[in-house]
């Protein structure tokens, strides 16, 4: 009879070693812990294990640190790590120097449970990755610990492994070109240029020669494009949406044949470039609408990564904030707090400018007030005086819902609803979908209100708990306790 597989942790939190020790425990695996890297080191030396679950950081070494030489002395063993250091750079670093998987903590057991099965089953690795050296600091502002960041994270630690074409798509203001530059900074062209286009911001009739270059007259000869700008590197594509049938024809040959001629050229010229585009535009919608070619968004959206509105990540908020105010004190020398109120105003804003309008009003909280803690005062007056949406708990879409009736809002939308159904957007359970748009943000809301407390939230709301806790399920609610 063939023995369990034998799993090794290392862990310096003793709960956490014995969580993991009594659920692999029951799912029929054998199980080896240990809080130092010197015994995990010395158990893979020996032969021992079949499967390496590891944390980062612990009192005599660093689980990262281990990832290289177990690769070399046992290439075929899988190394699972875990962090609570749940940033980009973590996780960038885990999947390059070889780990089968990274986990933020805290994680869901049975997810944990899952990759391990899978780790324990997966076919043989490739050959070993080059494990690149001097990676770049923490410095990009991608910053959250909310589940759907570390699913970006995982997401963006893969694809510097490779040259893959990425479609990035989200609103404005959700950082796509922040997404786009790690995968440059951390990936294998990080030593070549990286070059940024957006294409709603060229004129239409000068798309074509800014990306593929054009021929000059006389003895001028060439002038290089994007394209051989961007060689060697990464080109990014933004507001993909926007470019011309013409340019998506010329674009769609690149990706087709590897190469280009430019406006007015003969001679074919290699592309030599990964590319990423990027759009906050429904593709689908302007490929049935004869705006967009369907055969260039599939060579494009060979692998797509949706970056969430800051609404859907609200436990981030306090982690941005803070950032950005540390960023004012770089540049100013000031030192800056902000409250837990003013925190929880923050978290129940809509953000339709996403991060990059959270991180216009700290810098504009900073620049016209003079206190050292930025208050709930400061925020709402800010949010209320700049914004012109009326209130924090409106939708905030345009100036005309300032002051607006809750009703009239309401029927304004149903409004646009049913325009769209003339158009022949087909229409179906119409009732559920209005009620369930106005339900979301009102339990999110309050939830933020009561800092997460769902006894309070449900005595404000009139709902019994046990229907609060099943309407949190259903809407896929998060719930934010404490706003520090």
């Known amino acids: 009879m063939t023995p369990p597989p034998t799993i090794l942790v290392a862990d310096d939190d003793r709960s956490i070693r014995t969580v993991l020790g009594q659920a692999l425990g029951r799912a029929g695996y054998q199980v080896r812990s240990t809080p130092y890297a010197s015994t995990l080191w010395q158990w893979v030396e020996e032969g021992e294990g079949d499967l390496v679950i590891t944390d980062v950081i612990m009192p ?161 000869g060439r002038m290089p494009g994007r394209f051989e700008q961007a060689t060697g590197g990464t080109l990014f594509l933004d507001e993909i949406g926007d470019m011309p049938q013409e340019a998506q024809t010329r674009l769609l040959r690149v990706l087709q044949e590897g190469e280009f001629t430019t406006v007015g050229g003969n001679q074919p010229l290699r592309a030599d470039v990964r590319i990423v585009a990027a759009t906050h535009r429904d593709l689908r919608q302007a490929i049935q609408a004869g705006t967009f070619r369907e055969d260039l ?68 909280v900073v620049a016209l007030h003079s206190q050292e803690t930025i208050t709930r005062e400061l925020i709402e007056a800010e949010l209320f005086d700049t914004a012109s949406v009326g209130a924090v708990w409106h939708e905030g879409e345009s100036g005309e819902d300032a002051g607006e009736p809750l009703s009239e809002a309401v029927s304004r939308h149903i409004a646009r609803y049913l325009a769209a159904g003339r158009e022949g957007t087909p229409l179906h359970d119409l009732h559920a979908q209005l009620v369930a748009e106005v339900e979301r943000p009102l339990i999110q809301m309050t939830l933020v209100e009561t800092r997460g407390n769902q006894i309070k939230a449900a005595a404000m709301l009139g709902l019994n708990r046990n229907t609060l806790r099943k309407k949190i399920r259903e809407l896929d609610i998060p719930v934010v306790r404490g706003a520090g």
């Open 60 to 220: 005599d070494g660093s689980g990262l640190d281990l990832i290289p030489r177990i690769k070399q002395v046992r290439p075929d063993l899988r190394i699972i790590v875990m962090s609570a250091q749940s940033t980009l750079t973590t996780a960038v670093k885990a999947t390059q120097r070889g780990a089968f998987e990274y986990l933020a903590k805290p994680f869901d057991l049975k997810a944990l449970l899952a990759v391990v099965a899978r780790a324990l089953t997966a076919s043989a690795p490739d050959a070993e990755k080059d494990s690149p050296d001097g990676l770049p600091e923490e410095r990009l502002a991608l910053i959250g610990q909310s589940v759907v960041m570390q699913g970006i994270y995982r997401s963006i630690a893969r694809l510097t492994t490779s040259d893959l074409t990425v479609m990035i798509s989200g609103e404005s203001g959700t950082g796509k070109e922040l997404v786009a530059r790690a995968l440059h900074e951390y990936g294998r062209r990080r030593n070549g240029p990286f070059v940024a286009v957006n294409m709603a911001a060229l004129p239409r009739e000068q798309i074509e020669s800014e990306l593929f270059g054009f021929e000059r007259t006389g003895a001028q």
């Open 297 to 364: 968004y599939y060579r494009l959206n060979v692998v797509p990564l949706r970056l969430p509105p800051l609404r859907e990540r609200v436990e981030d908020i306090p982690l941005l904030a803070r950032h950005f105010l540390n960023q004012c004190r770089e540049e100013d020398g000031r030192l800056r707090q902000i409250d837990e109120a003013a925190l929880t105003s923050l978290q129940a804003w809509r953000w339709p400018g996403n991060v990059r309008e959270l991180e216009n009003l700290i810098r504009r």
